[in-house]
C-alpha cells in the first residue's frame, strides 16, 4: 500500500526544507548581502539558492546574468535556483512529490469504496480524485502573479493538459497492446494467455469487450468543448472570445456531470476491478499457504521459481493421485486455507482458478498446467511487490497483504456475494486521512512544480510548453500507467478491457474536468486564448484513437505503431505551428 513508503518523500521534503539552512557557509562570491547562498546537487553541481534575508536588494544590485540569474521562492522558504541542473533537480523533486499525492488520492478515493461501494464512490469519487493532481497544477499555473506572469505560465497548465492526453493515448496504449498481446484466430480474435506468435504484426495483438468501445466513443465525445472555445479562430472573428471561453466552461462541467452520472448508474468498470482483485488475493493465498505448509520454498534465494516445490504442492492437492486437478479437489484445498481475513466465495475462487489454470479447456488441471500457472502468479507477484534481498515468506507476506487491501477496498457493502466489511470506523479514517494527506501534498507542491518548471525553462531556454507536456504527464500520470501495464500483462480480454477503460476514463476526465479548470483561470483573469496548436493536437489524437477504437474491438500488434508515431507528431505539429508559422 502506499503508506508504506512515506519515509522516501518525507525524507525528500526535509531535504528541501533544510536545504536553506544546510547551505550556509557557502557564500556565492561576488553576490550582495548574505542572502545568496549554493547548495551542492547530486553530481556535484552547485545551485545559487535565494535565501530569506532581512532586507531587500538594494534597487542598484540587481540580479546576476547568466545562468545563475535570481530567483523568487516559493511561500518564501522553499529552496530555488536560477541554475538550469538546480532547476531539474527541484523539478525532479517536486514531480516526486507530486506523484506521491497522486498515490495517496488513489489509495485514499478507493478505500472509499469499502464504505460506500463502487456506484457512487467508483462513478463520483475515483474520476474526480484521480484527476485532481493535473488539475491543481493547472490551476496554479496561472493563478499567481500579474497578468502578464500567468499568461506566460499558464502554457505550462496547457502543456499538462496535452501531455498528459497524448502520453495515455499513444505511449501508454501502445505499451498495453505490446505486454498484453496474445495470438490471434482467424477471426482476429485474440486467444487469452496463448503467446506464441512473437511479434507478428497480425498474427498477435489484444482484444476487449464491447463496453470498451463504448468508453472510448465518451472520450472521443469529451473533445466537445475543445471546438466550441476554438470558434473565433476558425471563423477569424475578432470578438466573442470570453463568451466561447464561458460556452467551453459550461459545457466541460456538464460533461463532468454526465460522465460521472454515467459512471455511477453504469458501474461496469469498477464491477470488474472488483472480480479481478478477488482473484489476486486468492492468487497470493495460495502462494503464501504453499510457502508456509508445503516442504521447501517457492522461490531460491535469488528469486528463481522451485519447480520441485511447485510439484509437491500440486500432488498434495491431488488427493486421487490421478494426475490432475478436479473441481473437488481444488474446492477443498481453498476451504483448508482458511482466508482468515476475508470470507471468500470457494466456489467463486474455484471457478476464477480453473479459468486461469486450465488452458486445454477439458475442466481439470493437469500438473504442467499448475506449474505454469503458479509460475505465472510467481511473476505477477515479484512485479507487484517491490522485494528487497531474498525472495522469502516476508516477500509472499507483502503480497497477501497488499492483494487483501485491494480486495477489501473494492468490496461492495451491498454486492450479492454478501462479503462483509471489517471495521469500518477504521477504513473510513484511513481513507479520509489518505485523501487529506494527498489533497495536501499536491496543493502544497502543485505551485512550486510550476514555478521550477517555470524556472528552468528560463535557465535552458526551452519553451516551457514542451518541459510541461513532456515531463510533468510522468509526474501525475505514472501510477495509473504503471497499474494499466501489470493488468495488461496478464494477457486476458477481461483485464486489457478495463485497463482500456481506464485510460479512456482518464482522457476522458483531462478533456473535461481539467480542461473545466483550465477555461475558468483564463475566464476569471481574463487570460488570452492562444491555444490553437496545441488544442489542435488533443483533438488529433483524441481523434484518430477514438474513432480507431469505438469501432472494433480487436488490435493487432500493429496497431501499437500507430499509436506511437501519434507522440513524435504531436510535438513536430506544436513546434511547426507555433515556431514556424506563429500561431503561438
Not at 535565501?51 to 535570481?70: F, K, Q, Y
Not at 499567481?144 to 506572469?149: A, I, N, P, Y
Request: aromatic content about 10%; some cysteine.
Amino acid at each position: 500500500m502506499p503508506t508504506r513508503h512515506a519515509a522516501p518523500p518525507l525524507l525528500l521534503l526535509l531535504l528541501l526544507l533544510a536545504a536553506a539552512p544546510l547551505a550556509h557557509g557557502r557564500a556565492v562570491s561576488g553576490g550582495g548581502g548574505g542572502g545568496r547562498l549554493s547548495l551542492l546537487l547530486p553530481g556535484g553541481a552547485a545551485a545559487a539558492l535565494r535565501l530569506p534575508s532581512e532586507a531587500a536588494p538594494a534597487a542598484g544590485e540587481g540580479e546576476e546574468g547568466g545562468a545563475g540569474g535570481g530567483c523568487e521562492m516559493t511561500y518564501g522558504f522553499l529552496p530555488c535556483t536560477g541554475t538550469a541542473l538546480g532547476n531539474l533537480f527541484l523539478v525532479l523533486a517536486y514531480g516526486f512529490l507530486m506523484f506521491k499525492a497522486a498515490t495517496h488520492l488513489s489509495a485514499g478515493s478507493e478505500l472509499l469504496l469499502q464504505i460506500l461501494g463502487p456506484g457512487v464512490v467508483g462513478g463520483l469519487f475515483l474520476p474526480i480524485l484521480g484527476a485532481l493532481p493535473d488539475a491543481l497544477l493547472i490551476l496554479v499555473s496561472g493563478l499567481s502573479g500579474t497578468k502578464e506572469v500567468a499568461q506566460s505560465q499558464v502554457l505550462i497548465g496547457m502543456g499538462l493538459l496535452a501531455g498528459s492526453t497524448v502520453m495515455l493515448l499513444t505511449l501508454l496504449w501502445g505499451s498495453c497492446v505490446v505486454v498484453g498481446k496474445c495470438d490471434l484466430l482467424e477471426n482476429s480474435t485474440a486467444t487469452d494467455g496463448q503467446d506464441t506468435k512473437g511479434f507478428s504484426l497480425f498474427g498477435s495483438g489484444v482484444s476487449t469487450d464491447v463496453q470498451t468501445s463504448y468508453a472510448a466513443r465518451i472520450m472521443a465525445i469529451s473533445v466537445f468543448p475543445f471546438i466550441i472555445v476554438q470558434i473565433p479562430k476558425i471563423f477569424k472573428l475578432h470578438s466573442g472570445h470570453r463568451l466561447t471561453v464561458l460556452l467551453g466552461l459550461i459545457v466541460a462541467a456538464l460533461l463532468v456531470l454526465a460522465y460521472c452520472l454515467y459512471q455511477v448508474f453504469q458501474p461496469w468498470i469498477q464491477r470488474r476491478r472488483l472480480e479481478y482483485a478477488r482473484l489476486k488475493h486468492i492468487m497470493s493465498g495460495l502462494l503464501r499457504h504453499a510457502q508456509m505448509h508445503v516442504f521447501g520454498r517457492l522461490l531460491d534465494e535469488d528469486g528463481t521459481p522451485n519447480v520441485p516445490v511447485i510439484e509437491k504442492l500440486f500432488h498434495k492437492i491431488d488427493l486421487d493421485n490421478d494426475g490432475k486437478l478436479e473441481r473437488g479437489e481444488l474446492q477443498a484445498f481453498i476451504i483448508g486455507i482458511k482466508f482468515e481475513d476475508v470470507d471468500l466465495d470457494s466456489s467463486l475462487a474455484v471457478d476464477q482458478i480453473m479459468a486461469d489454470f486450465d488452458r486445454s479447456q477439458n475442466h481439470t488441471i493437469e500438473k504442467g498446467e499448475f506449474v505454469e500457472g503458479i509460475l505465472r502468479w510467481l511473476e505477477e507477484a515479484k512485479h507487484s511487490v517491490a522485494a528487497s534481498g531474498a525472495y522469502s515468506k516476508k516477500f509472499l507476506q507483502d503480497f497477501h497483504t497488499r492483494t487483501r487491501d485491494e480486495h477489501n477496498l473494492l468490496l461492495d457493502k451491498d454486492d450479492e456475494d454478501g462479503e462483509a466489511i471489517e471495521n469500518p470506523t477504521r477504513t473510513c479514517f484511513k481513507a479520509i486521512s489518505l485523501l487529506l494527506l494527498g489533497t495536501a501534498m499536491a496543493a502544497a507542491f502543485a505551485d512550486p512544480l510550476v514555478d521550477a518548471v517555470h524556472n528552468f525553462s528560463n535557465a535552458t531556454s526551452i519553451p516551457s510548453f514542451f518541459i510541461s507536456f513532456i515531463a510533468m504527464p510522468l509526474a501525475t500520470n505514472s501510477s495509473e500507467a504503471v497499474s494499466a501495464i501489470i493488468f495488461a500483462s496478464r494477457k486476458k480480454q477481461r483485464t486489457l478491457s478495463l485497463t482500456f477503460s481506464e485510460v479512456y476514463g482518464a482522457v476522458t476526465m483531462n478533456n473535461t474536468l481539467c480542461l473545466a479548470v483550465f477555461l475558468a483561470l483564463v475566464y476569471v483573469r481574463d487570460l488570452t486564448w492562444d491555444f490553437s496548436s496545441e488544442v489542435l493536437v488533443i483533438f488529433l489524437v483524441c481523434t484518430i484513437m477514438g474513432l480507431f477504437t469505438s469501432f472494433r474491438t480487436n488490435f493487432p500488434l500493429w496497431t501499437c505503431f500507430v499509436a506511437y508515431l501519434l507522440y513524435p507528431l504531436s510535438l513536430i505539429i506544436v513546434y511547426v505551428l507555433d515556431f514556424k508559422f506563429g500561431w503561438s
